[in-house]
């Protein structure tokens, strides 16, 4: 009985540290119950630079043209707090301090299902740029991938020029 009890009170400890370690990862992301009405223009394609002392973000949405997520609207976090969101292919830009940062992209759906989330971090030093790009693919399996990864200036520039500035 006591090998018993000693199992069953090891299972739910390890239950425990992963619902706690999950909800450290997620940490990055926003309240789930806020929800961006997002807008593109087709005809504008700002860039900005970066205000003094601070670092520069760009998040572009990348769907391929034969995705059926194509018109998804992924939202972006940064330690904690939402700071913009995406619709299809379009891009929106942010400052931020210098230091370690933590963000999350999470697939933005009215109402809520299994959450799609992908994670990242990075330094961001005074003066300096970061693209990052998200992509809402099929798996094999038949379910959903969210990818946010950081991506080359010279591939962001292209993407920037022929995608939709988003505001909301």
């Known amino acids: 009985m006591r090998i018993l009890l000693a199992i069953l009170a090891l299972s739910l400890s390890m239950v425990a540290e992963d619902k706690a370690a999950v909800a450290r990862a997620l940490a990055a992301c926003g309240p789930d119950d806020f929800h961006f009405d997002v807008k593109t223009d087709k005809h504008r394609h700002p860039v900005g630079q970066p205000e003094a002392g601070k670092a520069l973000v760009y998040v572009i949405e990348d769907q391929a043209r034969e995705c059926i997520f194509c018109a998804a609207t ?17 891009y929106f830009f942010f400052a931020v301090n210098v230091g370690e940062h933590h963000v999350c992209a999470d697939w933005q759906r009215l109402p809520p299902s299994d959450k799609v989330v992908s994670l990242a971090h990075f330094t961001a030093e005074a003066g300096k740029t970061y693209y990052f790009r998200t992509r809402l693919t099929v798996a094999y399996d038949g379910g959903t991938l969210l990818d946010l990864n950081p991506i080359d200036s010279d591939e962001a520039q292209l993407l920037l020029a022929s995608y939709s500035l988003s505001t909301w």
Request: avoid cysteine; proline fraction near 0%; charged fraction near 20%.
């Open 74 to 90: 992924i939202r972006l976090g940064l330690d904690g707090a939402w700071v913009g969101a995406n619709h299809g292919r379009s």
